[in-house]
């Protein structure tokens, strides 16, 4: 465990992005946020399962990001499902755009987590699996807890 990853708490994961989607790159963008919103990422009311990231005019965008309003707050709070900006660099902006033009490639955010304070948000760049794809990892995913069980059993003695 390195030392950026303990100061990491995550706050919610897109645990299906990796079934639907074969990810190549990864990228750490910080987003824009208001008061409201970090509260209630502090309380953990997010969900990133039908989110998704847009290049546009040069700023990227995150779409249907769900953050839960904030318990202790009035009638300003925030919208639940506003689009959010995300902060990057120019080079990696125009990376994730041209990335974003090839065809059948996707900005899907991966996980959403705290640094050092700061919220961040794991960005990749992946490809839909088929379905046929997805029953292969299944499998092998199914195989090698089956062959951990084994293992574990003859360590035992059993």
Do not use: C
Not at 23 to 32: F, Q, V
Not at 95 to 113: A, D, N
């Amino acid at each position: 465990m390195s030392k950026n990853d303990a100061a990491q708490k995550i706050i919610s994961q897109n645990k299906t992005a990796r079934l639907n989607y074969f990810i190549d790159d990864t990228y750490e963008a910080g987003i824009s946020l208001v008061g409201t919103e970090v509260k209630a990422l502090r309380e953990a009311k997010a969900n990133l399962k039908d989110s998704y990231a847009l290049v546009h005019a040069g700023e990227v965008f995150l779409h249907d990001l769900y953050i839960g309003p904030y318990s202790h707050a009035n009638r300003a709070n925030h919208d639940p499902l506003r689009v959010r900006k995300l902060l990057l660099h120019n080079r990696e902006i125009a990376r994730l755009y041209s990335k974003s033009q090839e065809k059948g490639l996707s900005l899907i955010p991966l996980k959403l987590y705290f640094k050092n304070g700061k919220v961040k948000v794991e960005i990749g760049v992946g490809k839909g699996k088929k379905l046929y794809d997805k029953r292969e990892d299944l499998k092998k995913k199914d195989d090698m807890r089956y062959m951990e069980r084994g293992l574990r059993s003859k360590q035992r003695g059993d």
